[in-house]
């Protein structure tokens, strides 16, 4: 459904506010970052309910490669706990920033450093979620040791953090990693996670993009109580996705609406179907992922954003709206405010 796309950044000449300056100094060894709180185990249910109303953010930012060009700043995570969310998935492109030898790249984090402990000092739960395109490599094995590689260097850095940070292994697992190959090369990461954060908890996604029609496909360690199961919804494609370049069938398509009784009822539906997966193997859910690209009218965006997020309530999910800024958008960096009928069907003023 996805494919590699390039962020064309509008720069405004938007400076990293000083607070993050003197947030968390670089560190290019593998020190553990030190946080002002604690960690103590959390039940996965307990976070997912913690987790509740997120926001996918920084996933296309361009302060991974320059802090100085940075959209995003950390007061955004003051505005997204004040506008009424709980979380944020905070999306990282971790492989992009590996040397030859797979070290990652002491600049990158050090941003990843700031910008978590601003996000807990807003009182945000994390979700810290490894994204990747197609710098995984070209099989499973080689994937596999890029995944073990970042999370090698990033579970021991984040093993005191709260236990408000799950870590999410690898964003949308597909292509050549199909439930097989992703079998192997989840459990190779989460066994490097284990030794350093036994307890913490994390997510896990099925293969095939981590659409809720592949959960089936999912083998999970049953000893390891401590895994959150993530899927992704953007059904019906042709609505969320429409006019959307990186997805060739849907780039020349426009004017899809929706918002129908049935349309709202199928969502209903497909998430009966999650939760009794969910409920089959006690694993609890969190919807990564949701929404429409900003080519489809307000209107229908409004009606859908609502209707997901209201039936992942229903059933029990935390979810994410895919995402702040770059596209889907629900803040505009431009006026630096909301777009303010996303915000409302995401976080309803009566809640
Ligand atoms: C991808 C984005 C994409 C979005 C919706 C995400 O997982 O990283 O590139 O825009 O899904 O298609």
């Known amino acids: 459904m996805l494919g590699k796309r390039i962020f064309a950044p509008v720069l405004g000449g938007i400076a990293l506010c000083a607070a993050l300056t003197h947030a968390v ?27 509740h109303r997120g926001m996918n953010v920084l996933g296309y930012d361009p302060i991974w490669f320059d802090p100085a060009h ?8 003051a505005k997204i706990k004040a506008a009424g969310f709980d979380s944020i998935r905070l999306v990282v492109h971790g492989l992009r920033h590996m040397d030859a030898q797979d070290t990652l790249d002491p600049a ?8 978590l402990q601003a996000a807990l000092a807003s009182g945000l739960s994390v979700s810290l979620d490894l994204h990747y395109s197609n710098e995984c490599g070209t099989d499973p094995a080689s994937c596999q040791e890029k995944v073990d590689a970042f999370w090698r260097q990033i579970a021991p850095r984040y ?18 990693l199909d439930a097989k190959a992703w079998d192997g090369v989840y459990r190779s990461a989460l066994a490097i996670v284990r030794q350093t954060n036994p307890t913490r908890n994390v997510i896990v996604g099925p293969a095939g993009w981590s659409s809720i029609d592949q959960l089936a496909s ?17 059904w019906p494609m042709t609505f969320t996705h429409q006019g959307a370049s990186w997805v060739k069938q849907f780039t020349d398509l426009h004017d899809v609406k929706w918002g129908s009784q ?5 969502v209903s539906t497909d998430f009966d179907g999650v939760k009794a997966w969910a409920d089959a193997h006690h694993r609890p859910i969190f919807l990564g992922e949701f929404g429409a690209y900003d080519r489809s009218d307000i209107e229908s965006r409004m009606r859908y954003d609502y209707g997901v997020a209201r039936a992942a309530e229903a059933h029990g999910f935390a979810w994410a709206y895919w995402q702040f800024d770059s596209d889907f958008i629900a803040y505009d960096m431009k006026t630096d405010d909301w777009v303010q009928p996303i915000l409302y069907a995401l976080v309803p003023p009566h809640d």
Do not use: C, W
């Open 70 to 77: 940075a959209r995003f700043k950390a007061e955004h995570f």
């Open 218 to 234: 999912l083998d999970l360690p049953e000893d390891d109580r401590h895994i959150i199961v993530t899927v992704h919804y953007y």
């Open 108 to 115: 990158f984090l050090a941003t990843l450093d700031t910008m």
């Open 159 to 176: 093993k005191n953090a709260p236990n408000r940070v799950a870590f999410e292994l690898l964003n949308e697992p597909h292509g050549f």
């Open 25 to 51: 100094p670089a560190m290019a060894d593998d020190t553990p970052v030190s946080f002002s709180e604690g960690f103590t185990p959390i039940d996965p249910a307990d976070q997912v309910a913690a987790m």
């Open 262 to 266: 049935a349309e709202y009822l199928k």
